[in-house]
């Protein structure tokens, strides 16, 4: 009996050594991984800020050009050959493409590090949907393409921030204008509830096949097609729409399928909430 006291015992203390190990373990384990939350933590403040700083940098030269640009093609200096304002085109259509992409690395930059603000105030749909139309008709003019904003009579006035919204719709007709080489891009507002509106921008484009659209919104993430080779970019557009909206309260998606055009649609409250201070 006594012998049975003794082994028993003698496997208690094992397991208790045994259990103090594992213990210990994972405590370091523990540790371990704090040092690499913080290293992480680090890393990411050190992108924000290198995006933000590359992003500031680059606005400079780049407003530097396209000043120029727009001397040369006022002809304040002299008359101008045609082929002069071909090449003083290609180089004012470069540099806005650049400002396009250090603008959505800038934003980035600002979401990532919090500093992102809001500002909510009440507008008409219809003053935006006119600034649209405004902003894509040289565009749209120049191409194969009809805009059309239909008017969005069944949207009560919101209150959310208009500037945030307004990048959303931009990036989504620009990216349905790039790949519609002919046809139709219609933007449309309407009720998706009682407190909710839902913003689609469809074109009858290229369309986008089935085992791309998942990936879509994410970071960096490219369309693979002839198309997108014409047009640089960052790949951060539909997810800094994603980041916006998602900031408005609301949320993205799209459907498409190849050859039969895309839709892409946000979905907001018509009265952001704001939290009390």
């Known amino acids: 009996m006594q012998e049975r006291i003794a082994q028993l015992q003698a496997e208690a203390a094992a397991l208790r050594a045994e259990l ?20 992480l933590k680090h890393a990411s403040d050190l992108k924000s800020r290198f995006l933000s700083y590359m992003s500031h940098e680059f606005r400079a030269p780049l407003g530097s050009i396209l000043s120029m640009t727009r001397l040369l093609s006022d002809q304040l200096d002299g008359p101008l050959s045609e082929e002069q304002h071909r090449q003083v085109g290609f180089i004012s259509l470069s540099a806005n493409e650049l400002t396009e992409m250090v603008d959505d690395l800038l934003d980035l930059a600002k979401i990532e590090a919090g500093r992102v603000t809001i500002s909510p105030a009440w ?26 904003f239909e008017p969005p009579i069944p949207v009560p006035q919101l209150f959310t921030d208009d500037k945030k919204l307004a990048q959303i719709l931009r990036n989504f007709v620009s990216n349905a204008l790039k790949f519609t080489p002919q046809g139709q891009v219609r933007v449309l507002a309407s009720m998706e509830d009682a407190q909710h509106v839902r913003f689609t921008v469809k074109d009858t484009g290229i369309g986008i096949p089935q085992e791309l659209q998942a990936n879509l919104f994410e970071d960096f993430s490219q369309i693979d097609s002839p198309y997108q080779k014409r047009f640089r970019g960052t790949g951060l557009g539909l997810s800094l729409c994603k980041r916006f909206a998602t900031l408005l309260g609301g949320h993205v998606g799209m459907s498409s399928a190849p050859g039969q055009g895309s839709e892409f649609f946000l979905v907001i409250p018509t009265r952001l909430e704001v939290p009390s201070s």
Do not use: C, H, W
């Open 20 to 39: 103090e190990e594992t213990n210990q373990g994972v405590l370091a384990l523990y540790a371990e991984l704090d040092i690499q939350a913080e290293a």
């Open 123 to 148: 507008f008409n749909m219809m003053d935006l949907f006119s600034a649209l139309r405004g902003m894509f008709r040289p565009i749209a003019e120049g191409a194969k393409v009809d805009l059309v």
